[in-house]
């Protein structure tokens, strides 16, 4: 009797927390007769629903690893059962929660981005002075700068101000003498149980220079984590007047720091990545 080798083609979804506990849900061929199913050298519970797919709990674990699938063999005379073989469409990323971002702003010009959805997004929540110290915020695309915190209404306080969307790239003033602290605390995400949200895939960018923070999930990612569009041409810091420096460059190899912004030149209309690491909600 020949049956042939399960085989994984894709999960859904194909990352989840560390801790472990995500529903996933293995689509393939040859599951009839699956007798395990393993994250890297853990073993999951599951559940076969049909010879093409397999609902799985996925154990705890660390990185990325293959997901695979064992057959029995049901008779003695039965060849080629055995355990799915390792590919790209079987990886699993195993995610850790965000941690609170704090960052530091000193007398004049800073950069500053969110990396991610945050708890409490108001200016007042966030900066340790209640948002005080500002005296200018702005954000640059499409070739213009536009302003960064903008009240809803005419009289309303500096401290209710919502801070931008995540990704977003700040160039911000701070008044005074003292440095001002920023802390970012993640939101939780919809439905999940202390599973923190993580940043939008993608950043849109339009033609030509773009402030952006995109967020490295704490990991200290490289710059070359980021850049997957073939039409971004550069990544640099700002200078001190915010604008992009053209000499040193940022390596491809260098990392991003979570709450910075850097400069991001594309040929055309194209998108930053955020971090395949950093969890999606």
Request: with cysteine; glycine share 10%.
């Amino acid at each position: 009797t020949y049956l042939p080798l399960p085989a994984v083609t894709s999960l859904s979804p194909a990352s989840g927390p560390a801790a472990g506990g995500t529903a996933v849900t293995i689509a393939g061929t040859g599951f009839t007769t699956a007798a395990a199913v393993d994250f890297g050298t853990a073993a999951a519970t599951f559940t076969i629903v049909s010879d093409t797919m397999i609902q799985a709990t996925a154990p705890a674990g660390s990185g990325t690893v293959d997901v695979t699938v064992a057959s029995s063999c049901p008779t003695a005379a039965a060849t080629s059962c055995g355990t799915s073989a390792p590919a790209a469409a079987d990886q699993y990323t195993y995610v850790s929660p965000a941690q609170t971002v704090v960052r530091t702003l000193t007398p004049g010009w800073n950069t500053l981005s969110i990396p991610f959805p945050l708890a409490q997004d108001t200016v007042g929540a966030t900066f340790s002075d209640g948002g005080a110290s500002i005296l200018a915020a702005y954000s640059y695309a499409g070739g213009r700068w536009q302003p960064a915190l903008r009240r809803t209404f005419f009289f309303q306080a500096e401290r209710d101000v919502t801070l931008p969307s995540p990704m977003t790239g700040i160039f911000i003033c701070i008044g005074g003498t003292a440095p001002v602290t920023v802390t970012l605390a993640p939101a939780t995400a919809t439905g999940g149980a202390q599973q923190p949200a993580g940043p939008p895939a993608t950043y849109a960018l339009t033609q030509g220079w773009n402030l952006v923070g995109p967020s490295s999930g704490n990991l200290s990612e490289p710059v070359s984590t980021f850049l997957k569009g073939t039409d971004v041409l550069e990544f640099d810091n700002p200078n001190a007047e915010g604008l992009p420096v053209a000499d040193p460059t940022i390596d491809s190899t260098d990392s991003v720091l979570d709450g910075a912004a850097y400069w991001v030149y594309a040929a055309n209309n194209s998108q930053v990545l955020a971090s395949q690491i950093a969890p999606t909600p």
